[in-house]
DNA sequence: TTATAGATTGCCT
DNA sequence: GGCAATCTATAAT
């Protein structure tokens, strides 16, 4: 499989923008003990800078915030409700904020290991079978704080790391040459501030594990 | 120092 | 469809 790890230049652009061309790409993360998972990207939302009041970045920097202001290309990771991990991909040039979302993936490869991550729980349907059924995937990964626990990604061990190496991070994005058939565009989910901002870029027809309904 | 809302999820009825 | 879980940044005392 040809695989090509995306390069600064790529995230060194308007966010929405890298979050249409993310979709399709995949997502890669090394385990401690060598297991490879990667999931295809099929939902991303754009924040930008501090022109965007739903965004982070809205308020300035801050400690919290400061990966965006930074270098394009690496990994904002944040806690949400006191429960969940949301990673997001750094844009745009030093000295401007911007991100991207990733809110959905398609399991591809460590199917068995994400399903233990996301707690086995949720498979237990009878077999007690590793690979879950094609109806329970889309619960693997699909959702920001679902795709984060499945990939094993944390703010200790993953926020300001660097994506666009194979060698110094254990998680990175890579292109596998495979362009998405349609791309569909809609407000960003669950925003109380720019609520009609077309900046949710979702993979069209992928049906079971695209992201959540609710609009 | 205390209060509250939040780029969510899963379990309850 | 409703709501609890449970941490953190930020706003309000």
Redesign the pocket.
Known sequence: MLLRVLPRSFYDREPAEVARDLLGKLLVRRLETGTMLAGRIVEA?A?LGES?P????Y??K????AV?FGPPGHA?V???????Y?F?VSCMEEGFAG???L??LEPVAGIAEMTEL??V??FSNGTGAAAPKPALMR?IS????????ALGIT?ALHNSTDLTSTRLSDLWIADDGCIPPQIQVTP??????AVDWPLRFTVAGIGCVSG?K?L
């Not at 699909?142 to 626990?149: E, T």
């Not at 960003?188 to 501030?193: A, F, P, S, T, Y």
């Open positions: 939302e924040y965007d739903a965004a982070h970045a308020a300035g801050t400690p919290r915030n965006l904002y944040y806690f949400i409700y006191g429960n969940h949301c997001n991100c991207v979302l809110r959905a996301r707690g729980k949720l619960k699909s959702g920001p704080g679902r795709l984060a626990q703010r960003r989910i669950n925003v109380n501030k959540p609710r």
